[in-house]
Structure formats: structure tokens, C-alpha cells
């Protein structure tokens, strides 16, 4: 029997059902990041041995292909546990909608980094052409507009594993979801992220500071505990942002457990 129903939650309780998914179901999902970081943490550790300096290359393998696999393996695994159904690592990761959810995160980052990209040239030929007073408050406008217009599209992954939106459809279900809850969203995702990012900068930093005063080029032990944390700490994320999707959905579409079991069950595919 399941013991998670679809309901309205506070912040407290996604965090207690986000901890209580993952201790119930840690070996799934660290089994779903292991099968992913392990195997790139060891073409990243060949391609920096055969190159310090292409650590980019890496950047990308991971940005492309590891990461957006992670992203729609452990959003299906949360989503399956969570309305009391098996799921195992092969499944998880045989379910991903690799394409659609790829295309989002490039369109995203496409038009996020592009606004970045635009703004800060725009302000600073204003700068440099004597309207400080006018391109400093344009940069720094920046920063707000850019993490609006991040959560208002958080929720692409959910959309595409959970209700099969394909990657443009995504971002405009994302964008409506969130509508009238932006801070509410903002809230929690910004304390999830916390919650899983921390151990990763702080450790990685104060490794990295180590390693670089006591052996300089010993960049293999900060790759490693790099890749370690980022199997146990990354389920913590997707777990709390899929409950929140979840908890969207009811409080907007009065969306209950059956019909939404349902729901992930149809074949159906959203266009978009």
C-alpha cells in the first residue's frame, strides 16, 4: 500500500517526504547516479590525464549527455515511488526521454545565456560610452530576470517524463505550472538546492585548496570526491523538485493519487 498521497504540502513537509523518499529508496536512486557518474567520472579522470587542459571536454560530456540522463532517470524514479509503484534502476534509466529533455536544456540555456550575453554587451558599451547611470542598473537587472525566467521553467523535466510533453510543450507547462507561485517555487527550490549543492562546493572547494597548497597538479583526489558526492547528494534535488510538481498539480488542477496514476500510465504525447 502506498503510504504518500497526493496533497497540498508546506515546505516542511516536502522536505520530510523529499528525506523519507530518498532513505526509503536510497539504494534506487544513488544505483541510478552511480550507473551514470561512476563510468564519467572515469572518462573524465582518462581525458584529464591525457590532457590537464581539457577539462572542457568533460564539461561537455557531462552537460550533454550524463546530466540530462541523470535528470529523466531519477524524475521518473521519484514519480514511480512516490504513487507506490516498483521501479527499478533499468527501468529508470530505459524511460528516459533523452531528445526532449536535451533540446529543453539547450533551448533554456540558449535563451538564459543569451539574455545574459545581450545585456552585459549592451551595458557595457554604455560604460564605456559614459551612461554608467544607465548600464550598471541594466546589468544588475540582469541577475533577477534571470533567475525569474529559471524557475518559471523548472519544471521541463517533470513534464516530459511525467505528462510526455516534448521539449518546447515543456517549457510552457513548466511556465504555467509555476504561474502564480513563482516565490513559493523560488522558496524551495533555492533551499533544495542548498541542501544538495553544499556538501558538493564546500567539500570539492576545500579539497581542491588542499591539494593546490600540499600537492600542486594532485588533481585526481578532487575529481573523485567530486563524483562521489555528486551520486549521493544529486537524488536530493530531483526528489524535492518532483514533489513540488506534484504539489503544483494539486493545488492548481485538484489533481488526486488515482487519477494521477492514471495519467502516467497513458501513452500519449503531448505536442510541443
Same mark, same amino acid.
Given at each position: /500500500?502506498? $503510504?504518500?498521497?497526493? $496533497?497540498? /504540502?508546506?515546505?516542511?513537509? +516536502?522536505?520530510?517526504?523529499? &528525506? ?8 534506487? &536512486?544513488? =544505483? ?14 582518462? +581525458? ?6 581539457? =577539462? ?31 521501479? =527499478? ?13 536535451? &533540446?529543453?536544456? +539547450? ?8 539574455? +545574459? ?6 551595458? /557595457?558599451?554604455?560604460? $564605456? =560610452? ?11 537587472? /540582469? ?20 505528462e510526455r510533453y516534448r521539449a518546447v510543450g515543456s517549457l510552457g507547462r513548466s511556465w504555467g505550472l ?5 516565490? $513559493?517555487?523560488?522558496?524551495?527550490? &533555492? ?47 530531483r526528489i524535492a523538485q518532483t514533489l513540488l510538481y506534484f504539489d503544483l498539480r494539486v493545488r492548481k488542477e485538484a489533481f488526486d493519487l488515482e487519477l494521477m496514476a492514471q495519467s502516467l500510465g497513458e ?6
Open positions: /500500500m502506498n $503510504r504518500y498521497s497526493l $496533497r497540498a /504540502m508546506g515546505v516542511g513537509d +516536502i522536505l520530510d517526504t523529499t &528525506f523519507s523518499l530518498y532513505r526509503e529508496s536510497f539504494l534506487l &536512486f544513488i =544505483g541510478i547516479t552511480a550507473a551514470l557518474y561512476i563510468p564519467y567520472g572515469a572518462v573524465d579522470l582518462l +581525458i584529464r590525464r591525457a590532457d590537464p587542459k581539457a =577539462g572542457g571536454l568533460s564539461e561537455l560530456i557531462r552537460l550533454l549527455l550524463i546530466d540530462p540522463l541523470a535528470t529523466g532517470a531519477l524524475t521518473f524514479a521519484v514519480a514511480e515511488r512516490y504513487l507506490g509503484r516498483r521501479a =527499478g534502476i533499468k527501468e529508470a534509466l530505459s524511460a528516459v526521454r533523452y531528445t526532449s529533455i536535451l &533540446f529543453a536544456s +539547450i533551448l533554456v540555456g540558449l535563451v538564459v545565456g543569451g539574455l +545574459i550575453q545581450v545585456v552585459s554587451l549592451i551595458g /557595457m558599451a554604455l560604460m $564605456r =560610452g559614459g551612461a554608467a547611470v544607465v548600464g550598471v542598473p541594466l546589468v544588475i537587472a /540582469m541577475v533577477p530576470a534571470v533567475i525569474y525566467l529559471t524557475v518559471r521553467w523548472n519544471f521541463y523535466p517533470q513534464a516530459i517524463m511525467i509555476v504561474g502564480g507561485f513563482w516565490w $513559493r517555487v523560488f522558496g524551495i527550490i &533555492f533551499i533544495a538546492s542548498l541542501i544538495s549543492l553544499a556538501p558538493l562546493l564546500v567539500i570539492g572547494a576545500a579539497l581542491e585548496l588542499v591539494t593546490m597548497r600540499y600537492s600542486p597538479g594532485g588533481w585526481m583526489v578532487p575529481s573523485i570526491a567530486v563524483t562521489v558526492l555528486s551520486i549521493l547528494f544529486m537524488p536530493i534535488y501513452p500519449t504525447e503531448r505536442m510541443g
